[in-house]
């Protein structure tokens, strides 16, 4: 199985500041042959289902502030929030779907320092 | 716009089954995967499984294989997935989403408290 490893484990940040998260595959989720890396970014507050964040590794869903971005490519990638707002208080968690036995990491805890 | 809607919480024994549904609205069921994620309480995402109801040839996470079975039933758009032999770690939130690669729609939500 592809292991996602997310770090850090939590990150304070002060309100209005940038936020970034990082998650590394064990091995490459970049498909060769249409150049896309099979990788998404979940939002999940207490007594919500996950959301949706990133997918394709860059591509911001639907309805998702655009202060949201992610970044990355092969085993490496990142997701930043610009300017962090009360609201974005959540854990984030990466999903490789590269491999057909997709695999969360372990996800990082964000609040407001 | 996909609505996926779970059904309710449960409390079993160690030792039995559990069967949570999730009844989809919207879009064209047999031609989606659904996928179920598990969150236990203070720990992180688990996917456990899926299937393309238009198939209906399920997937599982190695963890769960030969524990879980999940189904689809195309006349009723309702997916379901079955845990069996529960354990007291198997308490937590069971999610169904909409597979598309990645998890764009969301069910609810079903608690499965396992407790003797």
């Known amino acids: 199985d592809i292991v996602m490893t997310q770090s850090p484990d939590s990150l304070a940040v002060s309100l209005g500041e940038r936020a970034t998260f990082n998650c590394k595959s064990s091995?490459?989720?970049?498909?060769?042959?249409?150049?896309?890396?099979?990788l998404a970014w979940y939002q999940k507050k207490p007594g919500q289902p996950p959301k949706l964040l990133i997918y394709?590794?860059?591509t911001r869903e639907s309805g998702v502030p655009e202060r949201f971005s992610g970044s990355g490519s092969g085993t490496d990638f990142t997701l930043t929030i610009s300017s962090l707002q009360a609201e974005d208080v959540a854990v984030y968690y990466c999903?490789?779907?590269?491999?057909?036995?997709?695999?969360f990491g372990q996800g990082t805890k964000l609040e407001i320092k | 716009q996909v609505q996926l809607v779970q059904s309710g919480a449960e409390v079993k024994k160690p030792g039995s089954s559990v069967k949570v549904s999730c009844k989809a609205s919207?879009?064209?069921?047999?031609?989606?995967?659904i996928s179920w994620v598990r969150q236990a309480p203070g720990q992180g995402l688990e996917w456990m499984g899926g299937?393309?109801?238009?198939?209906?040839?399920?997937n599982y996470a190695h963890k769960f294989q030969g524990r879980v079975t999940i189904s689809a039933d195309e006349s009723t758009t309702t997916a379901y997935m079955e845990l069996n032999s529960l354990r007291s770690e198997d308490t937590a939130v069971y999610y169904c989403?909409?597979?598309?690669?990645?998890?764009?729609?969301w069910g609810q939500g079903t608690l499965v408290t396992v407790s003797s």
């Open positions: 091995q490459s989720v970049l498909y060769s042959s249409n150049n896309k890396n099979y």
């Open positions: 299937i393309i109801p238009m198939f209906g040839i399920p």
């Open positions: 919207g879009g064209t069921f047999s031609s989606y995967a």
């Open positions: 394709w590794a860059s």
């Open positions: 999903q490789q779907y590269f491999s057909n036995l997709y695999t």
């Open positions: 989403a909409r597979d598309s690669r990645y998890f764009d729609n």
